[in-house]
Structures are given as C-alpha cells and as structure tokens.
C-alpha cells in the first residue's frame, strides 16, 4: 500500500468500528485518570490533617515519601492496565484486515495477559529514545560550535559580520533539520513495537524492538510519511483542545474557588475527549502499517488466531 493508501484505510478502519474503539479508548484513559484523582484526594485529605494537627515539617515530608512510593506503585500498575486496553484496538484492527475479526473483550483478554511486557517494552522504548534525544543533542551543539568557528573563519574573523550570521544561522538550520530527521527516522524505525506485541503470539517484550528494527528496514520513510500525515489529520482537534483548555485555566485564575475549580475540571475533559479520539486513530494506524509491511516483507501470517 502507499502512504495515501495506508491513511485512506486507516480512516476506514476507524469509521467501521468506532464504538467499540471508542469504548477501549475511554477504559484506557479512565486507567489514567483514577490513580492521577486518587492522589490529588488523598493528597489533600492527608496534608490537610496534618496542616490542622500543626506537626513539624519530618513527618509531613516522610508521609510525602510515603505516598509518592504508593503512588508509583499504583501509577505502574493503573498505566500496565490502561496501554491492555489501548493495544487491543490494534489487534481488533489487525484482525479485521484478515477478516478474522474478534469482540473487544477477546483482544482485551489477549493483550490483558501482557500487560507488563507491555510495560518493560515501553521502558526500554523510552530508554532508547532519551538515550539517542541525549546523544543527538550533544551533536547539535558540538556541530554548532563548529559552525560558528567556520563561519567567523569565513566571515574574515569577524562574528558580528552579516556573512558569518548568516553562514552561521545556514549552519544552525541545517544541524535542527538533521536532528529532527534522526530522530523521526528513529522513532519510525521503533513505531510498531506494541502493536507487534499485541498480535504475535510467542515474541518476548525486547524482541519487538528488534522486529520491528526489521520489519520497517527500507520502509523508514514511508512510516515517517505515515506519521506526519496521521499529525496532520489529529492536529487541529489537539489545537483546538489545547486552545480551549489554556482559556479555561486563564479564565479559572479570575475566578472564585468553586467556579475555577469546575473551570479547571472542564479543561480537563476538554483534553480527555481529545485524547479519547486521537488514542484510537493511532493505534489503527500502527496497526494497518504492521499489516503492510508484514505483507510486503514476510508475507502476513494466517495463523493469528482469536483469542
């Protein structure tokens, strides 16, 4: 498939079975938000005792302690749940390309049981991304020193001349686009390793990494295309989500307690139903690029099986 066609399907593939997108979307999401409201209740429960009690500053700071290891434990375990959810909308995907379709609550069986490769692949996927976002940016300034020296070289030794700013702003542009295109390429190169993970049935949470370095070899920058087109096609609902959100927060600093608060809370569902749309899109679309390129490079396995 093209780049035009890998998004045509995409949105077809959206279209067909929204509700039941829509539905693991909202689990997803809902996974998140319960441990983020649960601190912010006890949080205030527990602090606002301990304002009241007018205890010194050790214990406050050993319950914060407290509560923040609670809350990791509870975060790790609430988000293993949430991404169960978000992956079976690339399996049920997976399996309407094959014409073996599944319910949301089979695919949700199946990627359930992996919640926590989920996790550790995620990890390491981050791992890898802010190793190379380091590394990357280390570059970037060492080429710009470098480019500044060779411009003042070539502006006749003078860094304030027009020549060398505008050798050196020619060199600072050129260093931006080469770290952005390493590092789309990267993440082109990694897309696909949860939606891997939540189809094939015997691969370890790192080995999908690898299968996914392999499977998107040569195609990097068709994924890349892919990406950028899926960017452009949920950006203006973020705009207009992230517009909406930062009025309501700049309208709740002028408002009384309860209204600002309740103006908080609509900026919150604000970004939650945009999330709620968007979550979906992106796994579909990780999901028909999986298809493709497993059908142009190993031919697509018909042993997928229902859960």
């Given at each position: 498939?093209?780049?035009?066609?890998?998004?045509?399907?995409?949105?077809?593939?959206?279209?067909?079975?929204?509700?039941?997108?829509?539905?693991?979307?909202?689990?997803?999401?809902?996974?998140?938000?319960?441990?983020?409201?649960?601190?912010?209740?006890?949080?205030?429960?527990?602090?606002?005792?301990?304002?009241?009690?007018?205890?010194?500053?050790?214990?406050?700071?050993?319950?914060?302690?407290?509560?923040?290891?609670?809350?990791?434990?509870?975060?790790?375990?609430?988000?293993?749940?949430?991404?169960?959810?978000?992956?079976?909308?690339?399996?049920?995907?997976?399996?309407?390309?094959?014409?073996?379709?599944?319910?949301?609550?089979?695919?949700?069986?199946?990627?359930?049981?992996?919640?926590?490769?989920?996790?550790?692949?995620?990890?390491?996927?981050?791992?890898?991304?802010?190793?190379?976002?380091?590394?990357?940016?280390?570059?970037?300034?060492?080429?710009?020193?470098?480019?500044?020296?060779?411009?003042?070289?070539?502006?006749?030794?003078?860094?304030?001349?027009?020549?060398?700013?505008?050798?050196?702003?020619?060199?600072?542009?050129?260093?931006?686009?080469?770290?952005?295109?390493?590092?789309?390429?990267?993440?082109?190169?990694?897309?696909?390793?949860?939606?891997?993970?939540?189809?094939?049935?015997?691969?370890?949470?790192?080995?999908?990494?690898?299968?996914?370095?392999?499977?998107?070899?040569?195609?990097?920058?068709?994924?890349?295309?892919?990406?950028?087109?899926?960017?452009?096609?949920?950006?203006?609902?973020?705009?207009?989500?992230?517009?909406?959100?930062?009025?309501?927060?700049?309208?709740?600093?002028?408002?009384?307690?309860?209204?600002?608060?309740?103006?908080?809370?609509m900026s919150f569902v604000i970004s939650l139903f945009a999330s709620l749309?968007?979550?979906?899109?992106?796994?579909?679309?990780?999901?028909?690029?999986?298809?493709?390129?497993?059908?142009?490079?190993?031919?697509?396995?018909?042993?997928?099986?229902?859960?």
């Open positions: 498939m093209t780049v035009g066609n890998i998004v045509t399907a995409t949105i077809g593939l959206y279209r067909s079975r929204f509700k039941d997108y829509i539905l693991l979307a909202f689990q997803s999401l809902l996974w998140i938000v319960i441990p983020i409201f649960l601190f912010g209740v006890v949080f205030a429960i527990l602090f606002g005792g301990v304002a009241a009690a007018g205890t010194g500053p050790g214990s406050a700071l050993g319950l914060m302690v407290l509560l923040g290891i609670v809350f990791l434990v509870l975060l790790i375990y609430c988000l293993a749940r949430s991404v169960a959810y978000s992956a079976a909308i690339s399996r049920l995907t997976f399996g309407e390309l094959l014409q073996i379709p599944e319910t949301p609550k089979e695919a949700h069986r199946f990627t359930r049981r992996r919640m926590w490769k989920f996790i550790w692949a995620g990890f390491l996927f981050a791992v890898i991304l802010i190793g190379a976002y380091i590394g990357l940016l280390i570059g970037l300034v060492v080429f710009a020193a470098i480019g500044g020296g060779l411009a003042a070289a070539l502006g006749g030794g003078a860094p304030g001349s027009g020549s060398a700013a505008l050798i050196s702003a020619l060199i600072s542009m050129i260093a931006v686009l080469l770290f952005l295109w390493v590092f789309t390429w990267l993440i082109a190169r990694l897309f696909i390793y949860d939606t891997i993970l939540a189809i094939e049935e015997q691969v370890a949470a790192a080995e999908t990494l690898g299968l996914s370095w392999k499977l998107t070899n040569k195609n990097a920058f068709r994924v890349s295309m892919v990406i950028l087109l899926a960017v452009l096609v949920s950006l203006p609902l973020l705009l207009i989500a992230q517009g909406l959100s930062i009025w309501a927060q700049l309208q709740a600093t002028s408002s009384p307690g309860a209204i600002g608060a309740l103006i908080v809370l749309i968007t979550v979906p899109l992106w796994q579909v679309v990780k999901s028909v690029i999986y298809y493709d390129l497993k059908s142009r490079q190993e031919g697509i396995d018909l042993k997928f099986s229902a859960s």
